[in-house]
């Protein structure tokens, strides 16, 4: 019988290389899911350990490193490579968000790792793909936003194209890794044999494009102008952000249910036999008066008293809430997703676990991001089986760096 209060990713053997959002996320995935992480990093430590360049851990390695443990490896050494391969030997997984082609030309690309291991899956994700005449283009989340069309759509009609206010690019590309991932190792499990897996952030951001692409669609293969908080089609009213007061709130009806519960909670019942307002289609052509009517209500409430009224009577609404709210929020708590805790270098911190849950498993605990090198000596003793003199070699060559380097 199967026990069902172990880690669905138990024994995976994961070299994390990612940097920045993208490989992280997807690391941090298979951690939460019970892989063993070994978060590989250049003796100066990745890119985003110390954004800020003032020292210390910055916030957002510590959300996106959890439960991982760290090496620290000079790939650009002969003695950080070979060692590289060796680990690979001994891996399922090897993930990474280099630009194309960074690793073949240190010469530990998959070509080589795969050939050492041939269970190896390979996992890559970049901006464009490695293929493609856009392969070599610098992509970051920003000049993915701009390139994929999200800025294009995003915004007031009347002011310019805008960058969503958070980095979806990069953790659609995460998200998408980490299923590219699981898929490979679904099959090698029937098959036995490894693969690479391949993700383009330009090609996983696609799809969240939907709405917009139908209401091109709708309009003969014209992009609609941005309508910033309307529905971006027209097909819906109400359908935006409305101000309180003391502060806004989502308000949407898709169906006429909905409508009808708001407009007797507004007091304006007389608004059910009203032609402008007849049907979802209809409101959707008079959005702006259907706007006007709903203001005018929500700006005499707060926040608070609108959406639990609505809550109540089944007409979908949220408050705008910030983010020292969205931290604290009461619900994730309760569910374990949202965790105070203790961290070494960032203090008290609330952090995130899965999103994921898998029923039957009791959830891994949130351990705090690795120190630079914090776990060299533990995981080559652990998978190579190399002894201290060994390690204290790699460490006086500069082929690796440890936590204790200096002693």
Same mark, same amino acid.
């Given at each position: ?19 920045? @959002? ?8 298979? =951690? ?95 901006? @464009? ?73 330009? #090609? ?34 109400? @359908?935006?952000? @409305?101000? &309180? ?14 409508? #009808? ?20 289609? &209809? ?23 609108? &959406? ?10 949220? =408050? ?55 776990? &060299? ?31």
């Amino acid at each position: 019988m199967t026990d069902l209060k172990r880690h669905p990713l138990e024994g995976v053997r994961v070299l994390d290389l990612g940097q920045i @959002y993208n490989g992280p996320y997807a690391g941090f995935l298979l =951690a939460m899911g019970g892989a063993d992480v070994i978060k590989v990093e250049p003796i100066g430590g990745e890119a985003i350990r110390d954004r800020s360049g003032r020292g210390g851990v910055s916030f957002a390695f510590g959300m996106l490193n959890s439960n991982k443990r760290d090496i620290s490896i000079d790939l650009k050494s002969a003695e950080g490579r070979a060692l590289l391969v060796e680990l690979a030997q001994q891996a399922d997984v090897l993930l990474e968000n280099f630009a194309p082609g960074a690793l073949d030309r240190l010469g530990v690309g998959a070509a080589v790792l795969q050939a050492a291991n041939p269970r190896l899956i390979y996992a890559s994700s970049t901006g @464009y793909g490695l293929s493609g005449p856009s392969m070599d283009n610098l992509a970051m989340d920003l000049t993915i936003q701009a390139n994929s069309g999200v800025m294009s759509v995003n915004g007031p009609g009347d002011g310019p194209p805008m960058k969503a206010g958070v980095a979806l690019c990069d953790f659609f590309g995460g998200v998408h890794l980490y299923c590219g991932i699981l898929t490979a190792l679904y099959e090698r499990a029937q098959t036995g044999v490894g693969r690479m897996v391949e993700i383009a952030m330009l #090609e996983a951001v696609y799809p969240v494009l939907a709405t917009n692409l139908t209401a091109m669609h709708q309009g003969g293969g014209v992009q609609p102008p941005r309508r910033g908080n309307q529905h971006p089609v027209g097909s819906s009213a109400p @359908y935006g952000v @409305y101000e &309180t007061a003391d502060g806004y709130v989502a308000i949407i009806c898709v169906r006429e249910v909905h409508w #009808e519960n708001l407009v007797e909670l507004m007091g304006r019942a007389d608004l059910k036999d009203d032609p402008r307002f007849v049907d979802q289609a &209809t409101r959707g052509e008079n959005s702006r008066l259907v706007d006007s009517v709903v203001q005018a209500w929500t700006c005499t409430l707060s926040k608070a008293e609108i &959406t639990e009224t609505l809550r109540a009577h089944q007409v979908p609404a949220a =408050a705008v809430r910030d983010l020292t709210e969205v931290v604290e929020d009461v619900h994730m708590h309760e569910r374990g997703m949202l965790h105070h805790l203790e961290h070494p270098e960032l203090g008290p911190v609330t952090l995130p676990h899965s999103p994921l849950r898998f029923h039957g498993e009791e959830r891994l605990a949130l351990i705090p991001s690795p120190d630079l090198g914090q776990h &060299t000596r533990e995981v080559l003793a652990d998978w190579l089986d190399y002894d201290a003199s060994r390690v204290d070699e790699l460490i006086k060559s500069g082929a690796i760096g440890a936590q204790d380097s200096s002693a």
